[in-house]
T-cell receptor
């Protein structure tokens, strides 16, 4: 597609439920990022993939968060046993470059997760 | 990455120039100034970047002071569609292993009719 596609657009989960968020990057984009954006805050880095390799997961807030990109294209961010503090918008970004330039990112519109 | 300081909010009249300031007093010689914006319910979008010279593109102009400790993003004729949160980010062009962007809280620009 022409842009980065994320699904679902909105997700409401009961506390303790597992959720899976999907990101379809632009075809051919090597680098893929996940960010978490709490209400009223800027996006915060979660994890980075170069093709199928997860090169940086230093931003994942706990071991309940897991991300994968098994074939180097679509990526899934999974959150186990969701907590209220996980409520946020989860953004995916991709870049053609193996080492992204600071202006070469394309962001998706995000998934808004609400944990009740 | 160098820390940046931006006002939390600004208003601008439609059709007038919007001037968004950013302080980055600890910027180092190899760091560029980047601007992104985030319209409500969308992901951030790249606007412009510069090192020390003023830059202009179809979206905006970037004015960087001679000492590089501050900069101003200028939207010459703001429209209602320019209402968004604007982020100023300072980092090297080649960031080695730290490939991700670091966003602050940004400036909420509201363009008024």
């Amino acid at each position: 597609g022409a842009g980065v596609s994320q699904s679902p657009r909105y997700k409401v989960a009961k506390r303790g439920q597992d959720v899976a968020l999907r990101c379809d990057p632009i075809s051919g984009h090597v680098s893929l990022f996940w960010y978490q954006q709490a209400l009223g805050q800027g996006p915060e880095f979660l994890t980075y993939f170069q093709n199928e390799a997860q090169l940086d997961k230093s931003g994942l807030p706990s071991d309940r968060f897991f991300a994968e990109r098994p074939e180097g294209s679509v990526s899934t961010l999974k959150i186990q046993r969701t907590q209220q503090e996980d409520s946020a918008v989860y953004l995916c970004a991709s870049s053609f470059d193996r080492v992204p330039t600071n202006y070469g990112y394309t962001f998706g519109s995000g998934t808004r997760l609400t944990v009740v | 990455d160098a820390k940046t300081t931006q006002p939390p909010s600004m208003d601008c009249a439609e059709g007038r120039a919007a001037n968004l300031p950013c302080n980055h007093s600890t910027i180092s010689g190899n760091e560029y100034v980047y601007w992104y914006r985030q319209i409500h319910s969308q992901g951030p979008q790249y606007i412009i970047h510069g090192l020390k010279n003023n830059e202009t593109n179809e979206m905006a102009s970037l004015i960087i002071t001679e000492d590089r400790k501050s900069s101003t993003l200028i939207l010459p004729h703001a429209t209602l569609r320019d209402t968004a949160v604007y982020y100023c980010i300072v980092r090297p062009s080649s960031s080695g292993s730290a490939r991700q962007l670091t966003f602050g809280s940004g400036t909420q620009l509201t363009v008024l009719p």
